[in-house]
Nanobody, 126 residues
Framework: QLQLAESGGGLVQPGGSLRLSCTVS????????IGWLRQAPGKEREGVSC????????NSEYADSVKGRFTISRDKNTVYLQMNSLKPEDTGVYYC???????????????????WGQGTQVTVSS
């Protein structure tokens, strides 16, 4: 059973940084596409970034709102989301999610992900 666990959320001032971690167990993360998605109060869940497994080609994607500020990376069974220059509009619950289907590039559509972590709260406020 594939399981994901996020950590690293917290309260940060605008302009600050956080690094989120997603630990994948029950499956080798190199063979699943991993996405980071977030949900702000009263809003739909949106894709922030994703990293492909490499089976269908290696790609990473970023939402326009975070390009140049967020970086996704992988080290063994942990996927990181480095978030710099944080803005109040980055506030929300951040989820990591896994798409175990092989040989496809990752996408930012939440419907493509079958497995989800419990989420970690990120609050950007002065």
């Amino acid at each position: 059973q594939l399981q994901l666990a996020e950590s690293g959320g917290g309260l940060v001032q605008p302009g600050g940084s956080l690094r989120l971690s997603c630990t994948v167990s029950g499956f080798t993360s190199n063979y699943v596409n991993i996405g980071w998605l977030r949900q702000a109060p009263g809003k739909e869940r949106e894709g922030v970034s994703c990293l492909s497994s490499g089976g269908g080609g290696v790609n990473s994607e970023y939402a326009d709102s975070v390009k140049g500020r967020f970086t996704i990376s992988r080290d063994k069974n942990t996927v990181y989301l480095q978030m710099n220059s944080l803005k109040p509009e980055d506030t929300g619950v951040y989820y990591c999610a896994a798409d175990p289907r092989l040989f496809k590039l990752c996408v930012l559509n939440a419907k493509e992900y079958d497995y989800w972590g419990q989420g970690t709260q990120v609050t950007v406020s002065s």
